[in-house]
């Protein structure tokens, strides 16, 4: 009997080990990771034209960012940002799709967001999200269907003061959990700040060329073909970088002052905020201006800070990282699924301190002459122009990015070692060949559309 007993107390404690041994796992398995807030709302800001070096957080010489230097201080500040389109349509639409330009077939001017795209709005909506944009940028009205899944969607024309102003009021009333999406069209060109602002231009300047000024006439194109034709002048170059910084410390005080009122009404501490520049801008490092027409980096690589409540910050990452992945990231922060058809993933694991050995980026969707299609990885990049001869341009350029940071020495034609680069070309064309079964759509612009184009340098 004593035997059969402890027989019996043995199986009873076995059982009970395996119950407690299941238990744990099922509680670790289901745990909620430290850094999922899923009642945070979410806000994304981005900046048109925001240089990555032009930031007082990324060792811009010029404090242009006092207000976002501070908030870089405390949140993840990511050091090698990289969009997939150098201008803004294109850009937004893969920031929101997690897909590349050709596979939600929002590349060229005329191009509309496919009603059957899925974009993160429409995702966050589905979770309860009450959703607002406000845009300043006339390529992101309703012609261009960027309003999928938005409650209100607010575009007009103003500046960075009238966007904040209508971004507070639209705080007031939303309901928790809100998403957010603001898009500041300073320091996009013509670069004009507020007399208060133009901190670093010469007072004596005499804009004989009208070259940033109000105007109501494509005067991008005035700039590059001064340029072109050798009338451009250092101390023009220099006026129009000086006001662009200026652009940039005005549009800093007004996000400032948005930031300040979250803070001061408790939304911080409830709230993901993620900001961007939309794409770069350049300033004659391949003998051109402004944006929308190369695939290089000081049109891709674009300054990103995330704050998220639930996460220590003050640090700044390494790791490559992309716009096409903001959207599974933000999903990953509120503990959502991530839609399958995403491309991008979640970039959490590199704010927690993982290192990226596989990043790659693809760049398309050129809005300006010949269409341009790229590959970087590895510390190479692969540049493939579509129309060389018509551009008088090479078919290929390769640049050593570890060497050549400035993409200034392209060695397609005398690089030695053929597998890497027919590596690259392989890869490149493979993903161009990849399609989906999205049906394009094209964007009706009304004239008063146009006009506001226009007056951003836009040749319709």
């Known amino acids: 009997m004593a035997k ?66 501070v908030f870089a201080e405390k949140s993840f500040n990511f050091r090698k940002a990289l969009t997939q389109a150098p201008w803004t349509k294109p ?45 300043e940028n006339p390529f992101l009205n309703y012609a261009s269907k960027m309003q999928q899944g938005f409650n209100q969607y607010t575009s007009k024309a103003g500046d960075a003061r009238m966007l904040t102003n209508e971004a507070i009021s639209k705080l007031k009333e939303a309901k928790k959990p809100f998403f957010f999406y603001l898009h500041y069209v300073d320091p996009h060109h ?61 549009a800093d005080s007004q996000i400032g002052r948005l930031l300040k009122y979250m803070e001061d009404n408790g939304l911080l501490e409830n709230t993901i905020v993620v900001i961007s520049g939309d794409h770069g801008e350049e ?9 929308g027409h190369t695939l290089y980096n000081e049109l891709l690589h674009v300054a990103l800070v995330i704050w998220n409540p639930k996460l220590e910050g003050g640090k700044a990452v390494e790791e490559e990282v992309h716009h096409l992945d903001l959207a599974p990231t933000i999903l990953d922060m509120i503990g959502r699924e991530i839609p399958r058809n995403f491309q991008g993933e979640s970039i959490v694991p590199y704010m927690l301190g993982k290192k990226r050995t596989d990043a790659t980026n693809y760049g398309e969707g050129v809005c300006y002459m010949q269409e341009r299609k790229s590959i970087q990885k590895g510390g190479w990049k692969l540049i493939y122009n579509t129309e060389p001869e018509k551009y008088n341009t090479t078919q290929f350029e390769l640049y050593d990015l570890e060497k050549d940071p400035e993409e200034q020495d392209n060695v397609y034609d005398n690089h030695k070692d053929e597998t890497l680069v027919r590596n690259l070309k392989t890869e490149l064309f493979v993903w161009i060949a990849t399609n989906s079964s999205i049906e394009p759509e094209r964007a009706k612009m009304t004239e008063e559309t146009e006009e506001r184009l226009k007056s951003l340098g836009y040749v319709i």
């Open 4 to 69: 059969r007993h402890e027989k019996k107390q043995g199986k009873l404690l076995l059982a009970v080990v395996v119950v407690v041994i299941l238990a744990a796992g099922y509680l670790f398995l289901n745990r909620t990771p430290g850094y999922v807030c899923k009642d945070c709302n979410v806000i994304i800001i981005f900046v048109e034209c925001l240089r990555y070096d032009h930031m007082g957080f990324n060792d811009y010489y010029r404090n242009t960012t006092p207000n976002l230097d």
């Open 283 to 291: 300033f004659f490092e391949h003998k051109s201006s402004e944006h």
């Open 190 to 250: 013509p670069y004009d700040p507020p007399k208060e602002f133009q901190k670093w231009a010469d007072p004596n300047y005499q804009d004989v060329m009208h070259l940033t000024i109000n105007v109501t006439t494509p005067n991008v194109w005035n700039i590059r073909t001064l340029y072109w034709d050798g009338n451009l002048t250092r101390e023009d170059q220099k006026f129009i970088v000086d006001s662009y910084d200026g652009e940039i410390l005005y």
């Open 91 to 135: 850009s937004v639409a893969s920031m929101f799709t997690s897909q590349y330009p050709h596979i939600n077939k929002c590349l060229k001017s005329d191009s509309a967001l496919p009603s059957s795209a899925l974009t993160l709005t429409e995702v966050l909506k589905y979770h309860g999200y009450d959703t607002y944009g406000v845009i």
